[in-house]
T-cell receptor, first 115, second 114 residues
């Protein structure tokens, strides 16, 4: 275990379903992230949350909705997804500031398949 | 784009040999980090090198950074079959940028044959 826990590990959902991915960290980090990893593409930063601000990537479709109720928990709410959204979704946390970004700790990911 | 680009895309070697992977990037950085990913798992942080550093060691890993060429290399010495994984470089932008942005490349798939 890395200290960042993601659930579920695998998820198969229909295009009309609504589901949520959960991420939890108990490392005392002050920032959490969602990344999307598709085959043969660079990791795509989707959302960043910190104690100071939430940063969104404007290219992420609105069918993905993040929620960060506190510094230890992060959710990614999914609705009316498309087959091309099938990917490995990775959560990460770090302790950083505007001056320096330290190493990320990643969870094991949720393998999402949209049918 | 701030993304690092790893080279080669795939590398296949025998146990005991050294493996060298390269990373190039385009913009000024605060630091550069290397990560490892086993198939279908999350990424694991290996090493961080700051823009004012030229070389760093950690066990069998050696990382170099050349900011004038905007490039970095990761050397794994005396490789083992267990080193088989994908390796990614990630860049962190200069200070003053939005918090928390690390940009990853597509990675190098390393296979070490016993």
């Amino acid at each position: 275990e890395t200290g960042v826990t993601q659930t579920p590990r695998h998820l198969v959902m229909g295009m009309t379903n609504k589901k949520s991915l959960k991420c939890e960290q108990h490392l005392g980090h002050n920032a959490m992230y969602w990344y999307k990893q598709s085959a043969k593409k660079p990791l795509e930063l989707m959302f960043v949350y910190s104690l100071e601000e939430r940063v969104e990537n404007n290219s992420v479709p609105s069918r993905f909705s993040p929620e960060c109720p506190n510094s230890s928990h992060l959710f990614l709410h999914l609705h009316t997804l498309q087959p091309e959204d099938s990917a490995l979704y990775l959560c990460a946390s770090s302790q950083g500031s505007r001056e320096e970004i330290y190493g990320y700790t990643f969870g094991s990911g949720t393998r999402l398949t949209v049918v | 784009s701030q993304q690092g680009e790893e080279d080669p895309q795939a590398l296949s070697i025998q146990e005991g040999e050294n493996a060298t992977m390269n990373c190039s990037y385009k913009t000024s950085i605060n630091n550069l980090q290397w990560y490892r990913q086993n198939s279908g798992r999350g990424l694991v942080h290996l090493i961080l090198i700051r823009s004012n550093e030229r070389e760093k060691h950690s066990g069998r890993l050696r990382v170099t950074l050349d900011t004038s060429k905007k490039s970095s290399s990761l050397l794994i010495t005396a490789s083992r079959a267990a080193d088989t994984a994908s390796y990614f470089c990630a860049t962190s932008a200069d200070r003053g940028s939005t918090l928390g942005r690390l940009y990853f490349g597509r990675g190098t798939q390393l296979t070490v044959w016993p």
